[in-house]
Every structure is written in C-alpha cells, then in structure tokens.
C-alpha cells in the first residue's frame, strides 16, 4: 500500500533535509564577513574569560577587563595630541601652576562625563555616532554634523604632524622624513585588518605619552606649590585678558573635542561591546581620563622652568620649547619632550583619521570597520589614509606660525563643541534608542552644565575678539 503523500517516511526523501541543511549553512556563510568572524572570535574570548571569571579562576578577571578595555584609553591619549601638549606647554611656561593645574583637571572630568554616554550609546545601539544622527535628527543635521567634524579633524590632523615634525627636528631630523615616517606607521597599523590588532598597536605607541612625567620630574617641580594648586584655587593670573583666554579655551579643546565622540562610539561598536561590557568601558575611560590628566599636568610642569625664569614662549614651536628647557632640565629631559610631542602626533594621526574615516564609512553606508580587509573596506581606508596624507603635505609648507596654528586649532574644537553636545544629549535621552540605559537626572545635570560651560567661552571670546577693548586685551 503506497502511503500518503502528505506524511512522507523519513526515509523516503533522505536527502531533503541534509540538502535544506546545507543551503541555510551557505546562505549563512555568504551573509557572514571578515568583519563578523573576526568580531565574534573576540567576543568569544570575553565569554570564555566571563567562564574563567566565574569559576574564580586567578586574574580571570583582569583578563576580561584587558580584552575590554582599549577605546577609553585611546581616545583620552589620542586626544592628549601634540596641539594639546603644546597647549599645556604654553601654560605652564606663561602662567606656571597656580590656576591651570586644577583648571586642567576640571577639563578632564568634564571629558569623562561626556565619553561615557558614547560608551552606552555604542554598547546598546551597536552603531556610530554619525549613523545615528543621521537616521535619528534626519539628513541636513547628520550633514551639518559632518562638516563640524570633518573641518576640525582635518585642522587638527594638520597639527599632528606639525606635531612630529617639530618635535623630531630637535634630533636634526629633516621635516620630509619625520613627516613621511609617520605616514608610513600610521599605514602598518591600520593594515592589519584587524581592529584588536589596531588597538594594541595603537595602545602601545599611545602609553609613550608618559614620557611626560620623566621630563616633568627632570624640571624639579615646587610640590608644595602644586599642592596649594590644588587645594586652594587661586584666582586668574594676571595678564592680557585676550591671551589668558586663549589659553582657557586651548586647554579646554585639549580635552574636549568633537571627534571624540565619534571615535570612541565606533571603537566601542568595531570592538563588539555589548550592554553588559558598559562597566568595563566605564572603567576603560575613567583610566584613559587619568593617564591622559597625568601627562598632560606633566606638560605644563616640565615648561614651568621657563616661566620662573621669566623666558616668553609665545611664539615657541615644539623643538623650540624643547631648546630652551635644554639648559634647565638638561639634554635629557629637553629630548624626552621633544619625543613625548612626536609621540602625541603620530598617535592622534592614527586615532583621528580613523575617526574621519568611520564617519564617512556609516553615512555612505559602506564598510568601516578595521576588522575588514582593504578590498572590502577600501573606501573606509582610503578616507583614512588621504586625510592623513593630505595634512602631512600641508605640513611642509615652510615659515607657517605653528605654534599660533596650534592653539587656534583647539579653540575652533571647543567651539565647534557645544551642537555636537546638543546631537549627543538629545540622543542619551531618547528611550526608543537606549532603553534602559538612557541619561539619569544627574549624567543630564552635569552634560548640560558643561553644554552651558562651552557656549559661554564661546560667547566670551566673540566678545573678545570683535570688541577687544572691552576686554582690555
């Protein structure tokens, strides 16, 4: 008796559902990436340690924070870049400690407080900040937003390697191969295509921003000064108010700027954060925050030697502030300067271009991920190594103010700060995007105080500028 067509026996198709089996396993193997199996042998290594951790294995959980950690540290000490250094360099050498020490410190928090909704953002919506402003405010204010970022990083990318050019010149090194060099690290390490490899890469070369700290004991700081620094916050020093403001707002765009928003939220998505890791990267920018106030106080106690001594810095470069605190804190610590201001170049050439490039990659829509190979991402690369060279060609252009150059460019950043706050504080309160982990009254409080805090300075130097007389300066 045949049996019915609608109940076939297992066996009377055997090859039915082997052959559906298959078909699902290539459909899936064409929709996965380079991208994907790269991201998920990292997450697996974060669950496996998760294991480890719970079984109470030794320094299991050390190592779930070291494979969690990376864009925190990063874009603190990417953004501790060589406009920033030299910015606290001016400080220090013009104003000594008194008022910019905790001054500084106050800028550093108000940077933690911002690149941890970026942590959140990216943990929970697994997409860039530049995606998100566009799908979320709509396409003239995700373009609007674009031109903020693209104009400052490619200003700021120019004084990167202002940066390196000026800080291996005090080894006699000619501009083209400083320049050049540079390029060619900043080529090795997004060739890779792999965003973890990237990161360590990056990493390392990032914690030679500490050789700030030899150079800043080599000046023999006066600890008790910096200890009434702290403690009692002295008023502002005396001087022209036009270029005490310009040093504010420096320092301030020494710590908070635009494209660290949109760094650390796609590191946050390339690296596969996930919800559950929101802790860890909390933890990952609060370290980054306090190495990146580390180095930079360094900065401005290694040139304080200089404002003892009563020597005008305006007008310094990178090699030159390294020149003069020659005789003062000796061939040594006038040489880990000059490397500390190559370093902070090279490294935020690296972190800012990527920056740029993961931006244009989530708008266009194409692939942006350092875990994908050239041929597959080769626009995301070709964004990222253009700006890169583009700026480094401006570089060589010779008798440029440098120094008037760099802190020009980290008053444009705080500037350009205030609507890319607006963009993120509006976006860490909308529940149909962050659920449960949307701003609470005090992260709200504190994002909109430092909102009010930059349109202000902002005011205040308009003022200045349009009407210097009504300033004095």
Same mark, same amino acid.
């Given at each position: 008796?045949?049996?019915?067509?609608?109940?076939?026996?297992?066996?009377?198709?055997? +090859?039915?559902?082997?052959?559906?089996?298959?078909?699902?396993?290539?459909?899936?193997?064409?929709?996965?990436?380079?991208?994907?199996?790269?991201?998920?042998?990292?997450?697996?290594?974060?669950?496996?340690?998760?294991?480890?951790?719970?079984?109470?294995?030794?320094?299991?959980?050390?190592?779930?924070?070291?494979?969690?950690?990376?864009?925190?540290?990063?874009?603190?000490?990417g953004?501790?870049?060589?406009?920033?250094?030299?910015?606290?360099?001016?400080?220090?050498?013009?104003?000594?400690?008194?008022?910019?020490?905790?001054?500084?410190?106050? +800028?550093?928090?108000?940077?933690?407080?911002?690149?941890?909704? +970026?942590?959140?953002?990216?943990?929970?919506?697994?997409? !860039?900040?530049?995606?998100?402003?566009?799908?979320? #405010?709509?396409?003239?204010?995700?373009?609007?937003?674009?031109?903020?970022?693209?104009?400052?990083?490619?200003?700021?990318?120019?004084?990167?390697?202002?940066?390196?050019?000026?800080?291996?010149?005090f080894?006699?090194i000619?501009?083209v191969?400083?320049?050049?060099?540079?390029?060619?690290?900043?080529?090795?390490?997004?060739?890779?295509?792999?965003? =973890?490899? =990237?990161?360590?890469?990056?990493?390392?070369?990032?914690?030679?921003?500490?050789?700030?700290?030899?150079?800043?004991?080599?000046?023999?700081?006066?600890?008790?000064?910096?200890?009434?620094?702290?403690?009692?916050?002295?008023?502002?020093?005396?001087?022209?108010?036009?270029?005490?403001?310009?040093?504010?707002?420096?320092?301030?765009?020494?710590?908070?700027?635009?494209?660290?928003?949109? #760094?650390?939220?796609?590191?946050?998505?390339?690296?596969?954060?996930?919800?559950?890791?929101?802790?860890?990267?909390?933890?990952?920018?609060?370290?980054?925050?306090?190495?990146?106030?580390?180095?930079?106080?360094?900065a401005?106690?290694?040139?304080?030697?200089?404002?003892?001594?009563?020597?005008?810095?305006?007008?310094?470069?990178?090699?030159? #502030?390294?020149?003069?605190?020659?005789?003062?804190?000796?061939?040594?610590?006038?040489?880990?300067?000059?490397?500390?201001?190559?370093?902070?170049?090279?490294?935020?050439?690296?972190?800012?271009?990527?920056?740029?490039?993961?931006?244009?990659?989530?708008?266009?829509?194409?692939?942006?991920?350092?875990?994908r190979?050239?041929?597959?991402?080769?626009? #995301?690369?070709?964004?990222?190594?253009?700006?890169?060279?583009l700026?480094? !060609?401006?570089?060589?252009?010779?008798?440029?103010?440098?120094?008037?150059?760099?802190?020009?460019?980290?008053?444009?950043?705080?500037?350009?700060?205030?609507p890319?706050?607006?963009?993120?504080?509006?976006?860490?309160?909308?529940?149909?995007?962050?659920?449960?982990?949307?701003?609470?009254?005090?992260a709200?409080?504190?994002?909109v105080?430092?909102?009010?805090?930059?349109?202000?300075?902002?005011?205040?130097?308009?003022?200045?500028?349009?009407?210097?007389?009504?300033?004095?300066?």
């Amino acid at each position: 008796m045949d049996r019915p067509l609608d109940n076939p026996s297992p066996s009377a198709h055997p +090859t039915v559902e082997p052959a559906s089996s298959a078909g699902v396993k290539d459909e899936l193997a064409a929709l996965l990436t380079h991208e994907d199996l790269d991201r998920a042998r990292d997450r697996m290594q974060v669950a496996r340690a998760r294991r480890e951790k719970s079984a109470r294995k030794p320094f299991a959980g050390l190592r779930v924070l070291w494979l969690l950690v990376g864009p925190g540290i990063l874009v603190f000490l990417g953004e501790n870049d060589a406009p920033s250094m030299l910015s606290y360099a001016a400080t220090g050498s013009r104003f000594g400690v008194g008022f910019f020490i905790p001054f500084v410190l106050l +800028t550093f928090l108000m940077g933690f407080v911002v690149q941890e909704m +970026t942590v959140r953002l990216g943990a929970v919506t697994h997409r !860039g900040h530049a995606e998100l402003i566009f799908d979320r #405010f709509g396409r003239f204010w995700g373009l609007f937003s674009m031109a903020d970022l693209v104009l400052g990083n490619f200003l700021t990318l120019v004084t990167e390697f202002i940066g390196v050019r000026a800080g291996l010149s005090f080894f006699g090194i000619p501009p083209v191969v400083a320049v050049g060099g540079t390029l060619l690290v900043v080529a090795a390490a997004i060739m890779t295509g792999r965003y =973890w490899t =990237w990161e360590r890469i990056t990493l390392g070369l990032a914690l030679f921003n500490g050789l700030f700290v030899p150079a800043a004991l080599l000046a023999h700081p006066d600890w008790g000064a910096v200890g009434h620094a702290l403690l009692y916050w002295t008023p502002l020093p005396h001087g022209r108010p036009s270029e005490i403001l310009m040093l504010i707002l420096a320092d301030i765009g020494a710590t908070v700027t635009p494209w660290m928003l949109f #760094f650390q939220q796609s590191a946050v998505v390339d690296k596969g954060m996930q919800p559950r890791d929101i802790e860890a990267g909390r933890l990952d920018t609060a370290v980054g925050t306090l190495l990146a106030a580390l180095f930079g106080i360094a900065a401005i106690l290694a040139t304080v030697p200089l404002f003892r001594h009563g020597i005008n810095a305006q007008d310094f470069q990178a090699a030159q #502030f390294a020149q003069a605190l020659e005789p003062r804190i000796g061939h040594l610590g006038a040489a880990l300067f000059a490397l500390g201001v190559f370093d902070a170049g090279m490294v935020a050439a690296v972190t800012i271009a990527t920056s740029s490039a993961y931006a244009f990659g989530e708008v266009l829509h194409t692939g942006h991920s350092l875990n994908r190979p050239l041929r597959e991402a080769w626009p #995301f690369y070709s964004i990222l190594l253009g700006s890169a060279c583009l700026a480094a !060609g401006l570089v060589l252009i010779p008798h440029a103010p440098l120094e008037f150059i760099i802190l020009t460019v980290n008053v444009i950043a705080v500037l350009a700060m205030p609507p890319a706050l607006l963009f993120l504080i509006f976006l860490v309160n909308d529940r149909e995007v962050m659920g449960e982990h949307v701003n609470g009254p005090l992260a709200n409080f504190a994002v909109v105080t430092i909102t009010v805090l930059l349109v202000a300075a902002g005011v205040w130097y308009g003022v200045a500028t349009v009407f210097p007389r009504l300033m004095g300066g």
